[in-house]
């Protein structure tokens, strides 16, 4: 069984290679060089400065926290209600 799913995932692995990184990601690492020359190898010339720009004002806004994601409210019914999915399923 396992054999059949190595084939198809070696494939994928090997089609991902010559994927660029995100430019966004990039532009966070400070590699700003490499990031306009993967939005112009993906959008052309033009397009490459005009995104870069985007993408810095993107940056300089303030990022989201972990906590903006459970509101005070909903933290214990958010909880309790995951925690059901961690019990084994008894029935077959």
């Not at 190898?41 to 806004?61: F, P, Q």
């Not at 459970?70 to 214990?76: K, Q, R």
């Amino acid at each position: 069984m396992l054999g059949i799913m190595v084939a198809p995932s070696a494939i994928f692995g090997l089609l991902l290679l010559p994927l660029p990184e995100s430019p966004r990601w990039q532009m966070k690492r400070g590699r700003r060089r490499e990031a306009e020359l993967t939005l112009r190898r993906i959008g052309g010339a033009d397009r490459g400065g005009k995104e870069i720009e985007e993408i810095e004002e993107s940056l300089k806004e303030d990022e989201g926290k972990l906590a903006e994601l459970f509101p005070a409210g909903l933290v214990a019914p958010c909880s309790l209600s995951r925690a059901g999915d961690f019990q084994p399923n008894w029935r077959h």
